[in-house]
């Protein structure tokens, strides 16, 4: 990283994004959720978008806005799995053709969720910068044009229209938990509400083992993890992004680590209480919510709204880890 900040995504530009990232995502509600912590909690659920994910906001931004030989020609992105199928939902509806690079251990319902939606798919190492390099390589050799999963300004604004979306939907909000994995969804929504009403605090979340951005923050530059492991295989960058980080440093008001556990607890609250499904990564920022609520940090007349990031979990899988005698896999 060089010492020159990147530029920040402004407001107006995350305005700008409405119309496009409307022509495939919906404004996914928002629901009250009475859970032990007693505050007035919303969950703002990005599970029900199409693709089951909010990564459909950043990509319909990207590719509504690519000229159309870039379109011919497709696009490539890499993905642990909801930005690939995104990716491969938005080029579908502009006639796009779309190669998705994905790490071997994608869980299968990612996988196929992206060759339903038309796309290609490529299996590639098991870490981002592994497939990275492979999406370069084949781009290169093809013409394609890079969706990056999360260190774009057209990502970043396109995420941030569910920020928008929170602070009408729910006016009296006083706290928003986001989860992290590289950073895009919760760059674009400390961006859209610290533009709009910077006395909300935004409260990023990440796996404690995968705290890349945490860990940056504390170096004060983008740093890289030797490894990352969690059952939220959706938040495991070993490195945020530049322009991530970036963000998160400037608007988010702190960013902390949940375990594996309280991941878990939190996944088994939403199904059970909440009557929500939703991945691991999709629970994470509820686990943020509840952690801070237990050790007194939100106080009980608190409004607060957690972000639940996606949905695309295999039957199987759900049952597993709803299965009261599991721990964590």
Not at 121 to 128: D, P
Not at 143 to 155: A, K, M, R, S
Not at 207 to 218: F, I, T, V, W
Request: net charge neutral; glycine share 10%; aromatic share 4%.
């Amino acid at each position: 990283m060089s010492g020159i900040a990147p530029p920040l995504v402004r407001l107006d530009e995350i305005r700008a994004a409405i119309p496009r990232v409307a022509t495939l995502a919906r404004r996914t509600p928002v629901l009250e959720v009475h859970p032990p912590c007693a505050a007035r909690v919303f969950l703002k659920c990005e599970n029900m978008q199409p693709g089951g994910a909010f990564k459909i906001r950043g990509a319909a931004n990207v590719l509504q806005q690519l000229p159309s030989d870039a379109r011919q020609r497709g696009v490539i992105t890499y993905s642990s799995g909801n930005h690939g199928q995104a990716v491969a939902l938005a080029a579908k509806a502009v006639g796009a053709p779309a190669v998705i690079v994905m790490p071997t251990t994608a869980p299968a319902i990612k996988v196929e969720g992206v060759t339903r939606a038309g796309a290609e798919v490529i299996l590639e190492g098991t870490t981002s910068p592994e497939r990275r390099a492979r999406a370069e390589r084949e781009a290169d050799a093809r013409g394609l044009t890079i969706v990056p999963p999360y260190d774009h300004e057209w990502i970043i604004a396109g995420q941030g229209t569910a920020g928008l979306e929170i602070l009408e939907q729910v006016p009296a909000v006083e706290a928003v938990f986001v989860p992290i994995g590289g950073g895009g969804l919760a760059s674009g929504v400390a961006a859209a509400i610290k533009q709009s009403r910077p006395e909300i605090r935004v409260i990023g979340v990440e796996p404690a083992g995968a705290n890349a951005m945490q860990r940056s923050l504390a170096e004060g530059r983008p740093v890289t993890l030797p490894r990352s492991h969690s059952i939220a295989d959706g938040l495991l960058p070993l490195r945020p992004g530049d322009l991530t980080f970036a963000h998160v440093r400037a608007f988010a008001d702190d960013v902390i680590a949940v375990s594996e556990d309280e991941i878990l607890s939190a996944l088994r609250w939403l199904y059970h209480d909440a009557r929500v499904v939703v991945e691991p990564s999709g629970a994470t920022a509820m686990a943020g919510l509840l952690a801070r609520a237990g050790s007194g940090q939100i106080t009980r007349d608190a409004t607060v709204v957690a972000v639940l990031s996606g949905g695309n979990i295999a039957p199987a899988t759900l049952a597993a880890l709803l299965d009261q005698s599991v721990s964590v896999p």
